[in-house]
Structures are given as structure tokens and as C-alpha cells.
């Protein structure tokens, strides 16, 4: 191919967030591949990213204009900007009048760019003066986020991926990097290979392709993460493998998380677990031993209704031993999105504050409301992911407003989902695609430009921001999702939109931190762009950025101390099996596809890996239930069903099955949506939905 011109930008799926070169060539096609240069990835990508270039082109599906219902019994027609804007602006006037502030909501996601996630909040807490607004990233690792504040006082990820290679030990803990976060489980794999010392502790109640990698596999029965890590902290104690210096300087609360390790014996903890006690050693034997110990983890974890509990007594085991702020070590929570980490730092969730600011701190709302010269902050919390919609049905939200994620498809019980939609009174979608399926339910859809069609910045896990810069037009009449925003807010008659690009929000908001421990007022996209990515804070012009947090041993709590914290329940306390609902179901990933298939479903080769949503199953209960390989079975839970082909294996416990979440409607039916069962229990604190934990039955589907 003849390269006309070469772009470095980020890839745009997960949070990993490996650097890619984008190549025109002299006819516009283009070509990706690995950008050599890139600190994360070092040239590597893997199958997603490596055909990001046909996602990119195809703009088959794409929203090209705006539409506009003037009631839901109409179909939706093209109309200008003008018009769609004027009218949006028009519906929440009317519906805020009426209502007040707080009937109105929005509902953004982890892959908006900094910029839009910003200004979204912007515009929501500070000018409507509502705190609904809320993300796709509440559903992934808002548990992550308590987790860390009750730790170490703030949402701040203390490692680095360049301390992977400085590691002998790592804690994987319900997640499979292997296939949702490839590169980075490349770079373990091969600092394994280089050095066979280091040992690697997988915990999964199925056997993932990241065990190919595991010294131990303990592989739990579902919601008993609690009683293990603390049965581990028990047999840590009991060996003195811990670090009684650290723990006496530098934290606080010992005493009440030896209290709740020491409530089960290590016999009790195993049986409830269903492994063996020599597991349970084996693995504190190791962590007990180790020079730099690394625990990781996602989903599994924070998908929970004691996603926080499964995040502290985690956490418990990097201070007992004193592996944190030091080469090697530290607790490292992988987002899923590729700027899950850009929205937390804007206070892109119903209950943060942009810039780390605390919402229940009247000082920190008064400083941002006099920084953006808007309305009062309210202190409470607004509706989290799941409140918004319980409020469209119940019909105290009146009008939501979704950019840039399919709620159809990724939210619990989507059944549900379809009728809070149906009942709202007014439904703006901001979207790239016709293929989301919540595109069937807007009042109003907005074309929103895509990957590579736009500038701004994401951060990845490592706190690395990096600038994506403008590479295509975007179709049709698509613009930047920030500009819909501004635009939208000076319809309003809002002031403090009157932006002219991306670079002038991105400024407002690097002002916005300085002064806090997240501060980049540092960074310029002119540095971006000369001098590559940074991990925050980068605080002064010079600054070469932060890798590492912590090394002083200075932790952002009040006393400066790392707090221990005893989890309140140890056990998942999700909807029971009973004899009509036997089995476990837990949904999650596969290698090739991307949250609801929106852009990987239109590359062929992707589906080629998987190409049908499957459940996986035990052989015992195959066996029980008369099915077989390749069967189709009716799968049914207290809220819906779904009809798949069973996949038998003996990589998964019995009593427990596995169905992937991407799919949604398949040949014009919802038979293949994993949440059509899932429920919509949540963790109090943080409210995440338990993806990981509901009772189904499996019949064998008998034709009519
Ligand atoms: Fe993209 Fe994640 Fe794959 Fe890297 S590992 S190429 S960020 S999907």
C-alpha cells in the first residue's frame, strides 16, 4: 500500500488502551496496525484492534442525520440540526418547568472521549442543576471505584503497567485478560516465559483461557471471593507473611479485618468456597512470599451485590503486606472501556464530582459551581444506571438522554429496560450506529461522529491520557458528540458553552485540576501531541508524569493513612436457587466481540471465533438435564428467557453455567439476550448490578 499519511491514536475498545497507527493511503483506504512507539503495546494488537480499519470505513450502519418522531406513533423523519436541537431543548424546558430539574437525566458511556464526558457533567450538575447522570461504566466498575475511596481515599490506581515486568506474583481475580484485555495479558505471559519464578493465582469459578498461565487455579464456587481473600489474609496473619512495619506506619484498622479474617477457619472457608485447604495455602504461600505481588481484577469482582466488600478484602491483602507504592506491586483494577478511567476523573457518574472533588463536600461543590459560574450542586447523589430506568418506569424521570451505549442489550433485565423506554416521555439517542438497539426507542437520534472522525483524550487503567486526533470527515451530517453538547446547553440559554473545539473543553477542564491529586494543568494537547501519553498528575509544564502513586506512603485519606476495611458480608447474597431455578448463571466476554456488537459485529472474520451466543455447561449437568453438544435449550431465569446452543465442557462447575452478554436481537428475536435474565439487584454502596450471580432452569427446546 502506498501510505499517504500516518496518524498515532488509541485504540477504541478496551481499557488496556494499546497505541495504533492509522495509514491512509493515496486513495483514502485505510490500514492499522500496532504503533511500535506506544510504551503500552509495543506494536502488539490484538484481533479487535487489528481490524479496527474496517470498522472505520464501513459506514454502512451509520446514523447520517438527525430524525425526529413528533409522537411515538409516528416514524421518526430527517430533519436539520436546527430543528432537532431547538426541539430537544424545547421538550426539557417544558419537562423541567413542570417537573423540576431532576426528571430529566442522562445516560453516557465509558467510550466517550474526556472532553464530552466532561461537558456532559458540565452541563447536567452545574446547569440543569440535576446530578442525573450516569454511565455504561456504573455497570463495569463503579464497585472498583468505592473500593479504592474506602482504601486509599480517592479513586486513585496506584500501578503502573510497567510494573508487570517487575512482578514475581500476580492475583488474577475474576477476570480472563487473555481474551478481554489481550495485550496486557501478552506482556504477563511473556514475562512469565522470560522468568519461570514468577507464579500466577487465577481465580475463576470457570477455567479461562488466562489459566493456561495459572500456578493455582482456585476455582470457587460463585460469590465466595470474600471468604477466600480472607481466608488468605487469615493464613498470611497466622504465618506472619506480613509487613508489621508498613502495617503499624502507613494504615489503619488492622485490627477489625484480622477480626472478620479470623471469623471462619480455614476448613469452613475452603468448604464454603469448595476447594481445598491446601489451595488456600498454596496461594498465601506465595502472595506470603513474594518480592512484588500484583492483584488484578474486573468484572467478576465488581459485578456484584458485594462488589465493594469483594473490592475491599482484596485491597486487605496488597496492605497486609505491604505491596503497594513500591516497584512491582499494587492493587490494579482493568477497566473495560477505553475511557472508563476519563470519566471517573470528569466526575462522569451520578455520584462523583468532576476532578476528584467529593459531592458531599460543600466545599468542592462550591468550588466547582463558582468555576463554571452555574447553578448550586446538589449534594445527594443523582440516579444511578439502573435507578434512571426503575424512574422511567415508575415515570418520575420523564426525559433520558443516551450517548453512545445500548442499554437494550447491556443493562439487567432488559425486558425491563424496553418498557422503562416505551414509558418515557421523551428519549434523546446520540449514537454512531442504526445497529444499537436502543436506537428503536428515540423520539430523537443525533449522528454522532466516530473513532477517528473526531480529536480529544482518553485515559487507559494506568491513568495514561493520550490524544486521539482527527484522521476522517464524518459521514453524512454526523458531528463530534461535544459539539451536539454545546450546542445543545446554548440552546438551553445556558452561558459557558461558547466553545470553538474540543481543545478549548479540554483546557477548561486541565484548569479545573489544579490543585487536586488528579492535577495535568500540566498538560497541553500540544504536549500530547509532541510528546506522547502521561500518567497523572502531571502538575507543571516539566512534569514528566506519575507512573506510580503512593511512594511516599502518603495516602489521601484524612489521616494519610491506608484504611483496612472489614467486608460487611461474606457471601453474595443475590436471588437464591431453588428447586424450580437450580443453576448459576454468569454472563460475560468472549475473544472477538465488543460489548453488544455494535462495531465488532460488522467485521466477518471477528465472528469467526464465536459466531453464535452459546451456554456453557457441565458435563454432569448435561448429562442431567438430556442435552448435548450443539442442542438448543430454552434457558429461563424469574424474568425472562432465552434460547441458545449448549456448549458442553468440563472448564465450568456443575450447578453453575456460562452465557456470553454481546448478542441482542438475533434473526429479529430477543432469544439470544443474556439480559433477558439477569437481575437488577445491586451493590448498596456502589450500586453495579450482579451480571455474575442469577438463578436459571435448562430445558431441552422441543420444537412445537
Ligand atoms: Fe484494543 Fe484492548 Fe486489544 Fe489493545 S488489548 S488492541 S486496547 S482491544
Redesign the pocket.
Known amino acids: 500500500m502506498q501510505r499517504k499519511e500516518s496518524h498515532n491514536t ?9 497505541g ?1 497507527t492509522v495509514n491512509k493511503d493515496s486513495k483514502g483506504v485505510l490500514s492499522v496496525e ?1 504503533d511500535k512507539t506506544y510504551p ?2 509495543r506494536g502488539m ?6 481490524n479496527l480499519n474496517y470498522v472505520a470505513q464501513d459506514t454502512s450502519d451509520r446514523i447520517l442525520f438527525p430524525q425526529m418522531r413528533w409522537s411515538r406513533n409516528h416514524p421518526l423523519q430527517k430533519v436539520g440540526w436546527d430543528t432537532a436541537l431547538k426541539r430537544a431543548a424545547a421538550v426539557f424546558r417544558s419537562i423541567i418547568e413542570n417537573h423540576g430539574p431532576d426528571s430529566v437525566g442522562f445516560y453516557v458511556s465509558g467510550q466517550c472521549l474526556t472532553e464530552e464526558y466532561y461537558l456532559a457533567n458540565k452541563l447536567t450538575k452545574g446547569f440543569i442543576g440535576t446530578n442525573n447522570i450516569d454511565t455504561n461504566s456504573r455497570l463495569c466498575m463503579s464497585s472498583a471505584v468505592v473500593g479504592y475511596k474506602k482504601t486509599l481515599g480517592e479513586d486513585a490506581v496506584p500501578i503502573a503497567y510497567a510494573d508487570i515486568e517487575l512482578a514475581d506474583c500476580f492475583l488474577i481475580a475474576g477476570a480472563n485478560p487473555a481474551w478481554c ?4 495479558f501478552r506482556r504477563i505471559e511473556k514475562h512469565k516465559e522470560q522468568n519461570p519464578d514468577v507464579k500466577i493465582i487465577v481465580v475463576d469459578p470457570r477455567k479461562t483461557q488466562t489459566c493456561a498461565l495459572a500456578d493455582i487455579h482456585l476455582q470457587i464456587l460463585p460469590g465466595t471471593d470474600v471468604i477466600l481473600f480472607n481466608a488468605i489474609a487469615r493464613r498470611l496473619i497466622e504465618r506472619k507473611k506480613i509487613d508489621f512495619a508498613f502495617i503499624k506506619r502507613y494504615t489503619s484498622n488492622f485490627e477489625a479485618c484480622k477480626k472478620r479474617a479470623f471469623e471462619l477457619s480455614l476448613n469452613e472457608a475452603a468448604k464454603k468456597c469448595g476447594i481445598s485447604v491446601d489451595e488456600i495455602k498454596a496461594a498465601a504461600g506465595v502472595i506470603g512470599n513474594a518480592k512484588g505481588f500484583i492483584s488484578m481484577w474486573t468484572m467478576g469482582l465488581n459485578q456484584s451485590v458485594i462488589g465493594v466488600d469483594k473490592n475491599v478484602s482484596l485491597l486487605n491483602l496488597s496492605l497486609l503486606t505491604g505491596q503497594i507504592g513500591k516497584p512491582g506491586s499494587g492493587p490494579f483494577s482493568l477497566t473495560g472501556q ?1 475511557n472508563a478511567m476519563g470519566g471517573r476523573e470528569v466526575g462522569g457518574m451520578a455520584s462523583l464530582l468532576a476532578t476528584h472533588r467529593d459531592l458531599g463536600n460543600d466545599r468542592h461543590r462550591k468550588e466547582v459551581q463558582e468555576f463554571w459560574g452555574g447553578k448550586p450542586i446538589k449534594k445527594e447523589a443523582g440516579l444511578t444506571a439502573t435507578e434512571m430506568f426503575d424512574a422511567l418506569e415508575n415515570g418520575s424521570l420523564k426525559a433520558v438522554w443516551i450517548i453512545c451505549t445500548n442499554p437494550v442489550v447491556s443493562m439487567p433485565n432488559s425486558n425491563k429496560i424496553e418498557a422503562a423506554l416505551r414509558k418515557a416521555n421523551f428519549v434523546v439517542v446520540q449514537d454512531i450506529s442504526h445497529k444499537s438497539e436502543t436506537t428503536d426507542f428515540a423520539d430523537l437520534l443525533l449522528p454522532a461522529a466516530a473513532w477517528l472522525e473526531k480529536e480529544g483524550t482518553m485515559t487507559n487503567s494506568e491513568r495514561r491520557i493520550s490524544y486521539l486526533p482527527k484522521v476522517l470527515d464524518p459521514p453524512g451530517e454526523a458531528v463530534p458528540d461535544v459539539e451536539i453538547l454545546w450546542r445543545f446547553a446554548r440552546e438551553m440559554g445556558y452561558p459557558g458553552f461558547d466553545y470553538n473545539n474540543a481543545g478549548e473543553v479540554y483546557d477548561e477542564y486541565c484548569l479545573m485540576t489544579k490543585g487536586t491529586n488528579i492535577d495535568i494543568s500540566g498538560l497541553s494537547y500540544e504536549r500530547l501531541k509532541k510528546e506522547g501519553s502521561f500518567q497523572w498528575p502531571v502538575p507543571h509544564k516539566t512534569h514528566p508524569g506519575t507512573p506510580r502513586l503512593f511512594q511516599d506512603k502518603q495516602y489521601y485519606t484524612v489521616d494519610n493513612k491506608a484504611h483496612f476495611n472489614a467486608p460487611a458480608k461474606l457471601e453474595n447474597q443475590s436471588e437464591r436457587t431453588s428447586e424450580e431455578y437450580p443453576l448459576i448463571l454468569n454472563t460475560g466476554r468472549v475473544r472477538d466481540q ?1 460489548h453488544t456488537r455494535t462495531k465488532t459485529g460488522k467485521v466477518k472474520r471477528l465472528s469467526t471465533h464465536i459466531p453464535e451466543p452459546f451456554l456453557e455447561m457441565n458435563k454432569v449437568d448435561a448429562l442431567l438435564y438430556g442435552l448435548k453438544e450443539g442442542d438448543l435449550a430454552n434457558v429461563t431465569s424469574r424474568r425472562g428467557s432465552v434460547r441458545v446452543k449448549v456448549k458442553i465442557s468440563f472448564d465450568i462447575r456443575e450447578n453453575v453455567v456460562f452465557l456470553p452478554m454481546h448478542w441482542g436481537k438475533l434473526l429479529n428475536k430477543d432469544f439470544s439476550r443474556a439480559n433477558n435474565l439477569t437481575s437488577e439487584l445491586i451493590d448498596p454502596i456502589s450500586k453495579e448490578p450482579d451480571f455474575k450471580y442469577c438463578a436459571v432452569r435448562v430445558e431441552k427446546y422441543q420444537k412445537p
Open positions: 488509541i485504540c477504541s475498545y478496551c481499557g488496556v488502551g494499546c495504533i500496532g503500552v503495546n494488537l490484538c484481533s479487535k484492534g487489528k484485555h489481550p495485550i496486557l477505553p465488543w
